[in-house]
C-alpha cells in the first residue's frame, strides 16, 4: 500500500451530490428516529403547531420536528448553549440524517433556533413533554403510583454586578459610593469602594430590594457548590418504579420546597392522566425541606400519602391557633416515616431523583440556562427532561441510553470478538490447549482482550 498524501491544492469548485459519502448514520440516534415515527411524531408536532405559522404567508420556516430534535441532541451532546447545538449539527452527517437534512442543503442556524422557541407557546412544549410520556405508557414502562420530589438550583444568564435596587434604580457601584459619601469618604475610588465594603457589616442582598434589569425573573440564591447567584429553581417528580420524570418546573430560586410540592404532584398527576395513564399517585416522599404543616394538610386532601422526614426543632408544634387538619395529616406523616417502607422509600428518593439532576443538568448541560425570563428556560428545561425520558426508554427497550454510551458497547463487542476469535484459534484450528507453553503473543492478545472487557464493563456500568 503506497502512501497517501493530503491534498493542499484546492478543490473542484462543484460537485455532484451523488458522489458526495453518504453517511452511515448513527445506531442511536436511527434507533431514537424509529421510535419517533412510530409514535407519528412529527405528523403530530405539525399538526399542532400549525395555528401559530401564517396559512401561506413568507418562506417556509424550520419543521418543529426538526426544532425538537435539534434540542434532543442538546442534551445527548451535553450542549447548553443554541449557538453550540446549531454548529455540531451542521458539523455531524450523521445528526444532519437525524433532522432529516438533505446532504444538499444546511441544518438550521442559530438564529432559526431562538425564533422558533420564540414563537411556540409554552404549552406546545409541555405537550411534547406529555407525548413522551404517552410513548412511555404505551410500551409498558410508566408506573407512577410512588413519586419521589426534590429540586435543584440552576444558574440563571444574569450576573450578580449587573443586580440595581428596586427604590433608587442603583447599580451596586452607585449604591456603595452614596454609601462611602455617607460615612464620610469622598469621592472613593475603586479601590476605597472595596476597602469600605469588605469592612462594613450588614452587606446581604435580599430579592426584596435588588433585582436584575437583564432577566427580572432570576433570584438570588446560594447555589450547590456555596457561592451565591441568580438563579432559578428547578423541581423534578420522579416515578420510583421506572424512575421517569413526570414533572418538571421552573419556579423563582426564592421559593421555598414547602410552597411548590403539592403543585409539582399536582402537575405530575395530570401530565399521567394526560399521556393516558389510569395511575393515581399515592405515596410521595421527599426531604425534610418540604416539611410545612399547611403543605402536608394540603397534600392529605387531595389524597397524597407523604413520606417527609420531620426536621429536628427547638420548639414543638403548638396546635391551639391552627386548624385541626393540621395536626392530624402531620401526626399522619410522623407515623408513616418512622417506619420501615419509607426508610426504604427515601434511599430510592435519593437516588433516583438526584440520578435525573444528574443527567439533565450535569452531562445535559442544563446546570447553567442560556435564556433570559422564567418562560423561556421552561420550554428548554422540559424538553431536556423529555430528552432524559426519551434515553431512559431507549434504554430499557434496547440497552443503550445515550448516544455515547454505545462508544463503550462497541469497544466491549470488539473485545469479547478478539477473546473469543483468539481462544477459538487454539482450541479448533490448531488443536492445541492453552497453557503456560503457549506462544507469547497469543497470551498476550487474550490478556489485553481480557483487560479492555473489564474496563468496558466498568465503563459502562458507571455510565
Not at 503506497?2 to 484546492?10: F, P, T, W
Amino acid at each position: 500500500m503506497a502512501l497517501g498524501k493530503r491534498k493542499r491544492e484546492e478543490q473542484g469548485l462543484w460537485i455532484a451530490t451523488t458522489e458526495l459519502p453518504k453517511s452511515p448514520g448513527h445506531p442511536f440516534y436511527r434507533k431514537l428516529n424509529e421510535l419517533l415515527a412510530e409514535a407519528k411524531f412529527d405528523e403530530w408536532i405539525e399538526k399542532r403547531c400549525e395555528p401559530f405559522y401564517a396559512a401561506k404567508l413568507g418562506r417556509p420556516s424550520i419543521p418543529p420536528g426538526v426544532y425538537f430534535r435539534m434540542i434532543l441532541v442538546g442534551y445527548f451532546e451535553g450542549i447548553a448553549s443554541q449557538r453550540g447545538i446549531a454548529w455540531r449539527c451542521s458539523d455531524s452527517r450523521s445528526l444532519a440524517e437525524f433532522l432529516g437534512i438533505p446532504i444538499n442543503e444546511r441544518t438550521p442556524d442559530h438564529s432559526s433556533l431562538s425564533r422558533v422557541h420564540g414563537r411556540l407557546p409554552l404549552e406546545i412544549h409541555e405537550e411534547v413533554f406529555v407525548f413522551v410520556l404517552r410513548i412511555a405508557a404505551d410500551k409498558k414502562l410508566l408506573k407512577g403510583k410512588t413519586v419521589g420530589v426534590d429540586s435543584t438550583t440552576l444558574e440563571a444568564n444574569a450576573a450578580m454586578k449587573s443586580i440595581e435596587r428596586k427604590d433608587t434604580g442603583e447599580d451596586w457601584k452607585e449604591y456603595l459610593t452614596r454609601l462611602a459619601n455617607e460615612a464620610g469618604i469622598e469621592d472613593p475610588t475603586d479601590e476605597d469602594l472595596r476597602r469600605f465594603d469588605k469592612n462594613r457589616p450588614d452587606k446581604k442582598v435580599s430579592n426584596e430590594e435588588w433585582q436584575s434589569p437583564t432577566d427580572p425573573d432570576a433570584r438570588i440564591a446560594k447555589m450547590k457548590d456555596g457561592t451565591t447567584h441568580l438563579a432559578y429553581k428547578a423541581e423534578h417528580v420522579v416515578d420510583l418504579d421506572s424512575e421517569f420524570v413526570l414533572s418538571a418546573t421552573i419556579t423563582p430560586a426564592n421559593h421555598g420546597d414547602a410552597e411548590t410540592m403539592v403543585d409539582s404532584l399536582v402537575q405530575a398527576q395530570m401530565n399521567l392522566e394526560a399521556a393516558g395513564s389510569e395511575t393515581k399517585i399515592k405515596d410521595a416522599a421527599a426531604d425534610k425541606g418540604y416539611h410545612k404543616a399547611s403543605t402536608l394538610e394540603l397534600a392529605d386532601d387531595l389524597d397524597f400519602r407523604t413520606y417527609v422526614p420531620e426536621p429536628k426543632r427547638r420548639y414543638r408544634y403548638r396546635w391551639i391557633d391552627k386548624p385541626a387538619g393540621q395536626q392530624e395529616a402531620v401526626y399522619a406523616n410522623r407515623r408513616r416515616v418512622r417506619g420501615a417502607r419509607s426508610k426504604r422509600l427515601q434511599r430510592q428518593r435519593s437516588e433516583k431523583v438526584e440520578r435525573s439532576f444528574a443527567h439533565v443538568c450535569e452531562t445535559g448541560g442544563a446546570r447553567r440556562t442560556w435564556l433570559r425570563g422564567q418562560e423561556k428556560v421552561s420550554k428548554r428545561y422540559l424538553i431536556q427532561v423529555a430528552a432524559r425520558n426519551l434515553g431512559l426508554m431507549l434504554r430499557k427497550l434496547f440497552g443503550i441510553g445515550t448516544a455515547r454510551s454505545l462508544q463503550s458497547f462497541a469497544g466491549l463487542f470488539w473485545a469479547l470478538y478478539l477473546a473469543t476469535a483468539m481462544l477459538w484459534n487454539r482450541a479448533w484450528v490448531r488443536r492445541a490447549p492453552l497453557n503456560e507453553n503457549a506462544p507469547t503473543s497469543d497470551l498476550r492478545i487474550i490478556a489485553v482482550a481480557l483487560a479492555v472487557i473489564d474496563t468496558e464493563i466498568a465503563t459502562i456500568s458507571t455510565g
